[in-house]
């Protein structure tokens, strides 16, 4: 079966640095990867969406890229604010529109 | 543009006891999902539907929990009987039009089973 891995561990970083958050999938290559946003007790929001033949997306301070060998995404978050403190998810979905999250990787900005 | 609704907000049943959550999706979007977010966990997927279709229910234990969406609109997803287990919060999310875009989530349900 398909798995979507993320860090389980809490990122703790420096207001101003970048955070960075791994996701890794198995098997075959997702036909995008997306990212959300998740604060304690609302849904989730959607972040940025990359497709299959895109090697990297960015929208204001965030960045996110895609590997296919190595079958992995990466999240970047430049100059973070305590603002940005919340779980970030990763999700695949396939051609076909088979949805699967992530567990969620939670990222903690200290002024 | 009105967001996902979703109610209740907060429901605590004992267990064996039915419930049943209703959720409201963007109007005009065609795909709707039901998600099961345990403490911790990222939302797993419990049925898609698009339209009034089911489209994936391979995660919904069938034998206690059903799903509906009457005319393609509003969905409600109901348990019986509840479980411990089942504590945990609901999540609806409606897509435009792809079935592979981004979602918009509603606010959720948070349920307690004692």
């Known amino acids: 079966s398909q798995k979507i891995e993320q860090n389980s561990e809490a990122l703790n970083i420096q207001e101003g640095k970048t955070a960075t958050l791994t996701c890794n999938y198995t098997?075959?290559?997702?036909?995008?990867l997306q990212w959300y946003r998740q604060d304690p007790g609302r849904g989730p929001v959607f972040l940025l969406l990359?497709?299959?033949?895109?090697k990297e997306k960015r929208k204001e301070r965030l960045k996110v890229t895609f590997d296919t060998t190595l079958k992995q995404s990466l999240f970047h978050i430049t100059a973070s604010q305590p603002a940005d403190s919340a779980t970030y998810l990763c999700?695949?979905?396939?051609?076909?529109?088979?949805?699967?999250f992530g567990a969620g990787t939670q990222v903690v900005v200290t002024p | 543009e009105a967001g996902v609704a979703q109610s209740p907000r907060y429901k605590i049943i004992e267990k064996r006891q039915s419930v049943a959550f209703w959720c409201n999706p963007i109007?005009?979007?065609?795909?709707l999902y039901w998600y099961q977010q345990i403490l911790g966990q990222g939302p797993k997927l419990l049925i898609q539907f698009q339209n009034n279709g089911v489209v994936d229910d391979s995660q919904l234990p069938k034998d206690r929990f059903s799903a509906e969406r009457l005319k393609g609109v509003d969905s409600t997803l109901k348990i019986q009987p509840a479980k411990l287990e089942d504590s945990a919060v609901y999540l609806c999310?409606?897509?435009?039009?792809?079935?592979?875009?981004?979602?918009?989530f509603g606010p959720g349900t948070r349920l307690t089973v004692t």
């Open positions: 999700a695949r979905t396939d051609s076909w529109g088979k949805f699967q």
């Open positions: 098997n075959y290559s997702p036909a995008y």
């Open positions: 999310a409606s897509t435009p039009g792809s079935r592979t875009g981004e979602q918009y």
């Open positions: 109007s005009g979007h065609a795909t």
């Open positions: 990359i497709r299959e033949n895109e």
